[in-house]
């Protein structure tokens, strides 16, 4: 146990330097980590480490669904949801139809049932990569927003594809009539119990004396007791999780009211998120060694050629796929043809980023290694290799010739949006003007208090600037390296203070205490001059 817990922090160093060297090279991360995940296994003296499948999924799964619920943005959901549902249930159940009859029939003894179950292990791709991916490059916020859309609802529909078709092969028995009432009962169901796990929540976070440590560990709690309320009646744990999310998140304002709370919160779960986006990649690297040695009869370079052939077959679909929805509903229908044509820019955006990552590689993991009888799962490791085979794909060639591709193509936003400059100054604009009108309207007689007073007077300097801000194209422009300077200049004085309060520790005068708490608002000025000054 010791040397597997040695093992596996050597093992999360080692991914940290990797990160900061994909950011140094302006490479997405997930790409360094999927080519380490492939080298660590095969590192000699690196022991192979073998986990619990069911322990994979109700580690992972839970909270990486639960934080791309939490992140959803309703208006924007309910703006692109056509889009994003042909993607997310459409796309998913069509490619888990091609690629269980392609491997059936390419992959020697691989049935049906287990051709569904690596179509619905391959079919979901992975918001995070394609984001970090896309991240500094100009792509239309539409994309954005239906790529995001689309992994939260296919992680759901993907893994329910995949627990039908596990079912099946664990009992010998499929009925698709029996399948589809028991699909929408058991995602119906498991919205039902989410929802009401999540107003549970709502109550003790809304009307319970909490502080930011409790709120912060009750949110990683959650999606755990979601999950497992939902599986304990035999319901959707996934959509437990994701209506769970969606409507915590919609909630939140009216929960986490301090901004310590909030704070603490976001810190703690881009942590957590980002150590099991690592953690996955590194136990599919450290499986590697076992996985190539399980596959029996079938050698590594049959191997790799099932999974190139499932990967282009995957590629394909998606590219087919986002390009017929795209157009062939405006050939039939007059109320899509009133809508602005999708043209092809943002159908090969959306379709060349369908990168599959850390969903697929816990369902894969997921598999049970033994049937009811006592006898191996078959071929389990031949699909984890083969999706393992398709993360690098599709991940590495994809996600390294995405930016190429839309450098290329040259793709400018599709909807009117206000850059993101004016849409922080309009939002201080109006907030900050709301202060004002509530101090004179409810505390008027507090102006003699000589901190109102301030307040009110830098409310109003603010209330200006935002103004000028948003007064003309040539001020904000010209503004631009104003803004972008101050910032650098107001990163070194805090630097230099954080300085002055590292010689005051070794003075008696102040308390630890007290300048833990200088320490901090500098931290959070520095996060309201980053973006005051984007």
Sequence with gaps: MHQNLLLILGLLFVVMLLVMLAQKIRIAYPIFLVLAGLGIGFIPGIPPLELDPELIFLVFLPPLLYEAAWYTSWKEFKKWSK??????????????????????????????????????????????????????????????????????????????VFRFALAAILTGVFSMQQATGQFFMV??????VGLAGAHVMYVIHRFLPT???????????????????????????????????????????????????????????????????????????????????GMGDVSLIQAVKYGVFISLIAIAIRLLWVFATAHIPRLFSKKWRRLPSAGWKNPLIIGWAGMRGVVSLASALSIPLYMGNGEPFPHRDLIIFITFVVILITLVFQGLTLPAVIRLIKIGELDPVLPEHEQHAGIRLRLDTLALRHLDTRHASAYSNSLVKAYAEKLRREIEGHRQNLSSDEVCSSRASEREEFQQIMFDIHAQQRNELFKMKNE?????????KAEHLLDINDVRISESTV
Aim: charge should be neutral; glycine fraction near 10%; proline fraction near 3%.
């Design 83 to 160: 889009g994003i549902i042909m993607l997310a249930f459409g796309l998913v159940f069509f490619t888990s139809f091609v690629v269980a009859h392609a491997a059936h029939a390419f992959i020697p003894g691989f049935t049906l049932a287990l051709g569904f179950l690596l179509g619905g292990i391959i079919s979901p791709p992975d918001a995070v990569a394609a984001t970090t991916v896309l991240k500094g490059l100009k792509v239309p916020n539409r994309t954005i927003t239906i790529l995001e859309g689309e992994s939260l609802v296919n992680d759901a529909s993907s893994l329910i």
């Design 187 to 192: 995602s119906g169901m498991g919205v039902v």
């Design 211 to 293: 502080s930011a440590a409790i709120d912060a560990t009750l949110t990683v709690m959650t999606p755990y007791i979601l999950f497992l309320s939902a599986e304990h009646f035999h319901y959707s744990g996934v959509m437990a999780v994701v209506s769970g999310g969606l409507f915590m998140s919609f909630r939140s304002h009216e929960i986490f009211r301090t901004g310590g709370t909030r704070v603490n919160m976001v810190a703690v779960w881009h942590t957590l998120v980002f150590v099991m986006n690592t953690l996955v990649f590194i136990l599919i690297g450290l499986e590697l060694p076992v996985i190539v040695r």
């Design 508 to 516: 008696k005068t102040f308390t630890d205490e007290a300048i833990r």
